[in-house]
């Protein structure tokens, strides 16, 4: 069977199993994942079943999504693996499996500024009713862990001046901000989880993932910087920036926010944080638009400004700080692809998709 993935998809499980972690914790389990059809929670499913085919570790994957059709899209050459299926609902809804589920990787949510100005209560109830379901059910399942796709953006704006935030340090948030209905119902989740950890001995440990990038990202009318720069280059289209570009991000690709987030599952403690993000190569949004196009120079492509009077509610405004990485680097995880390689990647997954 993958013999038959697609080059990119291929190489980075490879990378992926390359990894300093072990998988035995898993084998013959059960793992349920939420929101499969997202970018990170797609190549989990992925990781999860390469497993299965070059290590037989017996991994059954329930692949929780709305939309049965739109999913088949991602996992069509998993139809008729016994090792595989999926779960039709809404996450908003209870859970009603009667199976025995050992873990489950909870991923159900949008990010896009599209959604976040479109529905913003959409947002609120995955993020809220949606971990209750999770957690009512992972307390009747007994199930091992729960692992949670949280944001950066949990620690808001630092009242102080910091170079690099902990898991422990906060800011403040204005919750009558548009845009809040993405970070504070991600606050709400964290506790969520902790409160039935404390209460119902429900283990969960939860990833702070930070501007996530790569093949089988949303690149149609998502919003973000990379997935519209992305989208730019495979349609051959000039990138156009709508300011100046100075503010700095750090982009980090799928392979290693998924090591990230196996790492906290496996190897994490119950009831604790971790930082999952690139901050070996921080740089302006413009160069990063500069780089992109320069790793094409066959495109012809350039990159141009059109600076509205004002950005869309949609976008974050808080400042961009650092994140420490140093608790899930002590348990064995690191950063190890850069910037332009995994956008040249990025961009070959899709032109290989035509």
């Not at 413009?286 to 350039?302: C, D, H, I, S, T």
Request: proline fraction near 3%; include cysteine; charged fraction near 25%.
């Amino acid at each position: 069977m993958i013999n038959n993935w697609n080059e990119i998809l291929l190489s980075d499980m490879q990378d992926l199993y390359g990894r300093n972690l072990s998988y035995t914790d898993i084998k013959n389990k059960t793992v349920l994942v939420t929101g499969a059809g997202g970018m990170l929670a797609a190549y989990a499913v992925y990781f999860f079943m390469y497993l299965n085919e070059t290590e037989n570790l017996n991994i059954k994957v329930i692949a929780l999504v709305r939309n049965k059709d739109k999913a088949m899209e991602k996992f069509s050459e998993f139809a008729g693996n016994e090792n595989f299926r999926f779960l039709i609902q809404d996450v908003c809804d209870p859970i009603m499996l009667e199976e025995q589920v050992d873990y489950i990787v909870h991923a159900a949510g949008n990010a896009s500024p599209h959604f976040i100005l479109n529905d913003p209560v959409g947002i609120i109830k995955a993020n809220t009713l949606g971990t209750f379901n999770i957690l009512e059910f992972a307390r009747r399942a007994k199930t091992r862990k729960v692992l949670y796709l949280s944001t950066r953006e949990v620690y808001g704006k630092m009242d102080v001046d910091v170079e690099e935030i902990p898991e422990e340090l906060f800011g403040g948030m204005d919750p009558l901000e548009f845009r809040s209905c993405y970070p504070e119902s991600k606050r709400i989740a964290e506790s969520i989880l902790q409160s039935y950890y404390r209460q119902f001995n429900v283990p969960f440990a939860v990833v702070r993932i930070a501007h996530s990038y790569g093949p089988v990202m949303n690149i149609d009318n998502d919003g973000r910087v990379m997935a519209d720069f992305i989208a730019d280059i495979c349609n051959n289209r000039n990138i156009m920036l709508k300011s100046t570009g100075d503010a700095e991000r750090a982009f980090c690709y799928i392979t290693d926010a998924v090591a990230g987030m196996l790492f906290a599952l496996l190897k994490g403690e119950c009831g604790e944080a971790y930082n999952v993000a690139n901050e070996k190569d921080p740089k302006p949004i413009r160069e990063v638009a500069e780089l992109l196009v320069g790793l094409f120079p066959e495109k012809q492509l350039k990159v141009v400004f059109n600076i509205p009077k004002s950005n869309s509610e949609g976008y974050s405004k808080m400042g961009r700080v650092k994140l420490n990485t140093a608790k899930l680097e002590k348990l064995g995880w690191s950063c190890q692809v850069d910037l332009a390689t995994g956008m040249k990647r990025t961009v070959e997954y899709f032109s290989s998709r035509g």
